[in-house]
């Protein structure tokens, strides 16, 4: 892959949205793992079509959309069927994020993956940026954007990679724990790394 690509992570109520869009106000093409896992299960799609063979048409919601709840409810706590499922999604999710890194027009790609380290899509990129937070900071903003109890957020934050490991395996980290201007300061910084980057990436080819 000719592109230059840096993956972008960090848990839940880190602001890795925030810092994306940092990135995009720059031109730079953001390329959003749920976005694209939406698109894969959407009306009409191959995706959707073998699902409803699979788990049968109560999968489906009224007007012919995919019934995420009942999806989720039935594969909660049967880890063969959830496994199933990861095996049919990730491969098209990872063909479809591959086929839109090759038709984006700036220098990089962001591309914004929640479980980078989780689902190994680590692999597809140049670069990891991991999005720092502190646990109890990503409950509270957690808590306050989506109405939802703090054990729930900690069940999530736990069943991803820990903090440390995601430290550990990143190549840039941003703090985002203190203002918007300092953050924005960390992303241009960033950015004018990776313009770098990637012509020396693109020179080789």
Same mark, same amino acid.
């Given at each position: 892959?000719?592109?230059?690509?840096?993956?972008?992570?960090?848990?839940?109520?880190?602001?890795?949205?925030?810092?994306?869009?940092?990135?995009?106000?720059?031109?730079?093409?953001?390329?959003?793992?749920?976005?694209?896992?939406?698109?894969?299960?959407?009306?009409?799609?191959?995706?959707?079509?073998?699902?409803?063979?699979?788990?049968?048409?109560?999968?489906?919601?009224?007007?012919?959309?995919?019934?995420?709840?009942?999806?989720?409810?039935? %594969?909660? $706590? !049967?880890?063969?069927?959830?496994?199933?499922?990861?095996?049919? *999604?990730?491969?098209?999710? #990872?063909?479809?994020? @591959?086929?839109?890194?090759?038709?984006?027009?700036?220098?990089?790609?962001?591309?914004?993956?929640?479980?980078?380290?989780?689902?190994?899509?680590?692999?597809?990129?140049?670069?990891?940026?991991?999005?720092?937070?502190?646990?109890?900071?990503?409950?509270?903003?957690?808590?306050?954007?989506?109405?939802?109890?703090?054990?729930?957020?900690?069940?999530?934050?736990?069943?991803?990679?820990?903090?440390?490991?995601?430290?550990?395996?990143?190549?840039?980290? %941003?703090? $985002? !724990?203190?203002?918007?201007?300092?953050?924005?300061?960390?992303? *241009?910084?960033?950015?004018? #790394?990776?313009?770098? @980057?990637?012509?020396?990436?693109?020179?080789?080819?």
């Amino acid at each position: 892959m000719s592109k230059f690509v840096v993956g972008l992570t960090g848990g839940i109520g880190s602001g890795k949205t925030t810092v994306a869009n940092l990135f995009a106000a720059e031109g730079i093409s953001l390329i959003d793992a749920d976005i694209v896992a939406r698109e894969v299960v959407a009306k009409g799609s191959k995706g959707l079509k073998a699902i409803v063979e699979h788990f049968g048409t109560e999968m489906l919601a009224p007007e012919g959309d995919l019934d995420r709840a009942k999806l989720r409810e039935r %594969i909660f $706590n !049967q880890s063969a069927e959830r496994e199933w499922l990861n095996q049919l *999604l990730h491969p098209m999710i #990872r063909q479809e994020m @591959l086929e839109q890194v090759k038709n984006a027009n700036s220098p990089y790609v962001i591309m914004v993956v929640p479980l980078l380290f989780e689902n190994g899509l680590d692999r597809l990129v140049n670069r990891t940026l991991v999005v720092d937070i502190s646990p109890e900071l990503q409950i509270a903003r957690t808590v306050s954007r989506d109405q939802v109890d703090a054990t729930q957020v900690n069940n999530i934050i736990n069943s991803q990679c820990s903090r440390s490991e995601k430290l550990a395996r990143a190549d840039d980290i %941003i703090d $985002n !724990q203190g203002e918007i201007s300092a953050l924005k300061r960390e992303v *241009l910084a960033l950015h004018q #790394r990776y313009l770098q @980057l990637s012509g020396i990436n693109n020179a080789h080819d």
